[in-house]
Nanobody
């Protein structure tokens, strides 16, 4: 059973930074894709960023130039460095994963494409 454990959430002021981590275990695929999604209160879950096992990445426009997704394959861990945080970034952040077979950059931001999910970590940005 694949397990994804997120950490690193917290409360920061506008303009601050946080780094989220997602550690994956029991992943049987030789190559895997992972992503970050978020859900604000009363809103649908939305994509943030995704990364393939070969390092290709994709971001939604609202976080480009502020967020960076990266991975440590030795540790089966991905990270989301979030800089210049804004109140509208406040949400529960979820890590997702699946095998990379057939991936495209667009699919890295498709919630329905991923089949493993973590429990989430809360990010709160105050103005």
């Amino acid at each position: 059973q694949v397990q994804l454990i997120e950490s690193g959430g917290g409360s920061v002021e506008s303009g601050g930074s946080l780094r989220l981590s997602c550690a994956a275990s029991n992943f049987s695929h030789r190559s895997y894709c992972m992503g970050w999604f978020r859900q604000a209160p009363g809103k649908e879950r939305e994509a943030v960023a995704g990364i393939a096992s070969d390092g290709q990445t994709n971001y939604v426009d609202s976080v480009k130039d502020r967020f960076t997704i990266s991975q440590d394959n030795d540790k089966n861990t991905i990270y989301l460095q979030m800089n210049n945080l804004k109140p509208e970034d406040t949400a529960m952040y979820y890590c997702a994963a699946r095998g990379c077979t057939g991936f495209t950059l667009s699919l890295l931001l498709a919630e329905s494409w991923f089949n493993y999910w973590g429990q989430g970590t809360q990010v709160t940005v105050s103005s």
